[in-house]
């Protein structure tokens, strides 16, 4: 037993006890279980992972693993673990709530378009969307993670005989593009091998395609993907384009047009908008965010393809567009050739409300991006089971951003392995289309245990907190997915502790698990409800490990904490 003093003034310190941090009477009882005489042996360990924590295909060699990380500590002994090991061990990273191993199991032989691949938004941006600096180190850092979707605006130079990466209609600094395809060549597969798709929202003119065409060409060389043809049949799979560069995008309409059909289309974008629930963007919000490639409805024309410079249009490997006409059209499956369709999320929500099961039979075999409104000016996020639930495969997220949207993001591209791809449920392939709006029956019950948390005083400051006494920590814990299984639970506060002990238990039923992803947050009760963060996780429930499992916490940007954990319990049935 240790002790804390707080200064609260010239004269006077609170000081607090601080305990030493035990194992929780499940753990000793489980001990004790498999153990004899105090001691667990090899093969003692290696039934405790088969029939408690359900790793099935657990081996000595294994068990021998665990008993090797733990050699450096004085509580090791050459017969076995301790009680004192054995909980150090439950508290180590052999033991978190995936499978360590990072393996990538989903089948990856099957179309592009039967997977979600993790998609940033702007990704050239440092910060929110009208004042920040453009530059290469977001696109690493997104990379670095797993994104395998990279979004590049393509805007002429001053001079108009050059080619910037910026943010059109604001006050974003530019980025030079050729920095940028560097930056993709040099980190595209240090996280993944799968494809990396470069999606440019561009608005140059016939003679600056031509230069991003010979950047392009020169930059990737045999990392770029070439289809044989203009308009494929069918999109290739992630296995066969293993470390290939993909390029995304459609033809720049606004130097292809005559002004009066500019102005043509104008007047149908704006009657267009009118069915959207009457909703239509300011001038300032459709110049400041939402410039996205196809957010004002433009059609394309086969002409338009036709007069791009054939060497650029050549690049495109997926070709982007919405055809003429109202929702139905822009939801057209053609049999001959697949395409990639971009819709705001505003569109999206409201074509779900009449068009769902459309827009899930377009994405079974065409791509459907999702990007931010206009108004995320500060680079906020939005739900993104909105998409996933219909089908789209790009979910386009402001990586530089923050918030639960943002976590609920990282935690659903940690399965399979974090290589950026997650195959779809079968439910979302299958003739008989999905309806997320429908209540199912429950399919699986998690039970989820909180039983403590330690690391907190090493990872912040004494007064990080509370500058008078031990921080009060608490945690919420629920489920992200489709409407009928989102939940959300907290613990009690305890009070005055760097290691509090909860052994709170919490029940979720679930009705979609394929598409749910668990959020447990820690906070630090605040009598003003404005409670200070202790860190975050989410987890994709489809490979989450049941038994007891440490929790390793991570900052508001996704960053995990070297100390901070929690020691909780799944049980999946």
């Known amino acids: 037993m240790s002790r804390q003093s707080f200064k609260v003034c010239f004269c006077f310190r609170r000081i607090f006890k601080l ?28 039934g405790f992972l088969v029939e408690f924590q359900g790793e099935y295909n657990a081996t000595r060699d294994d068990a021998q693993a665990i008993f090797n990380s733990l050699k450096h500590l004085n509580i090791f002994s050459r017969r076995g673990l301790h009680l004192e090991a054995f909980f150090r061990y439950l508290l180590g990273d052999l033991n978190g709530p ?88 040099d980190n595209a597969f240090q996280a993944s091998e799968y494809p990396v798709v470069i999606t440019f929202e561009d608005h140059l003119p016939a003679n600056l395609q031509d230069q991003v065409a010979e950047m392009v060409t020169k930059t990737f060389g045999d990392m770029l993907y070439r289809p044989e043809t203009d308009q494929l049949r069918e999109f290739p799979s992630p296995e066969s384009l293993k470390k290939k560069v993909m390029i995304s995008t459609k033809p720049p309409k606004e130097y292809l047009e005559t002004p009066s059909s500019k102005s043509t289309k104008r007047s149908k974008i704006s009657s267009k908008k009118e069915q959207w629930n009457g909703e239509t963007a300011s001038k300032s919000d459709s110049e400041i965010c939402d410039k996205d490639e196809e957010d004002e409805g433009e059609s394309l024309q086969e002409e338009d393809e036709q007069m791009t410079v054939p060497e650029y249009r050549h690049l495109i490997s997926i070709n982007a567009g919405k055809p003429k006409g109202a929702l139905q059209n822009w939801l057209s499956i053609d049999e001959k050739k697949v395409r990639r369709l971009s819709l705001s999320e505003q569109e999206l929500e409201n074509a779900t409300r009449r068009h769902g099961a459309d827009i899930i039979r377009f994405t079974q075999r065409n791509l459907l991006r999702v990007y931010p409104k206009g108004t995320r000016i500060t680079s906020s996020n939005y739900n993104p089971f909105v998409g996933w639930a219909h089908g789209a495969q790009m ?45 199912l029956p429950v399919k699986k019950i998690l039970k989820v245990t909180i039983y403590m948390g330690e690391g907190w005083d090493l990872d912040f400051r004494r007064t990080h907190f509370d500058m008078y006494s031990p921080p009060d920590f608490f945690v919420k814990v629920g489920i992200a997915g489709v409407p009928a299984d989102k939940a959300m639970y907290k613990t009690k506060a305890i009070e005055d502790d760097w290691q509090p002990v909860w052994n709170e238990k919490f029940e979720f039923k679930l009705t979609v698990p394929e598409l749910a992803v668990l959020r447990i947050t820690v906070l630090e009760y605040d009598t003003s409800g404005q409670h200070d963060f202790g860190g975050q996780t989410c987890l994709p429930i489809s490979e989450l490990r049941t038994g007891i499992r440490a929790i390793p916490l991570h900052d508001g940007r996704g960053d995990k904490y070297k100390n901070a954990k929690l020691l909780v319990q799944f049980e999946l049935n």
């Not at 035990?22 to 360990?45: R, W």
């Not at 605006?153 to 600094?173: I, M, Y």
């Open 395 to 439: 979910v386009a997220f402001n990586m530089q951003g923050y918030g639960k949207h943002l976590w609920v993001m990282q935690g659903m591209f940690k399965a399979n392995g974090g290589c950026g791809y997650v195959k779809k449920p079968d439910f979302l392939l299958s003739n008989e289309v999905f309806d997320p709006s429908v209540r």
């Open 19 to 46: 305990r030493v941090l035990e194992p929780p009477e499940e753990v000793k009882i489980l001990f004790d279980q498999y153990s004899q005489n105090g001691t667990m042996s090899l093969d003692n360990l290696r």
């Open 98 to 185: 995936l499978s360590p191993s990072r393996v990538v199991h989903h089948d990856m032989t099957q179309p592009l378009a039967h997977y979600f691949l993790y998609t940033g938004h702007n990704s050239y941006l440092t910060g929110n969307q009208l004042s920040s600096d453009s530059s290469v180190e977001p696109i690493i850092k997104a990379l670095g993670r797993g994104v395998r979707v990279i979004e590049l605006d393509l805007w002429p130079g001053s001079k108009q005989d050059e080619v910037e990466v910026r943010h059109g209609g604001t006050l974003t600094n530019p980025v030079d593009l050729l920095k940028c395809l560097n930056a993709i060549k």
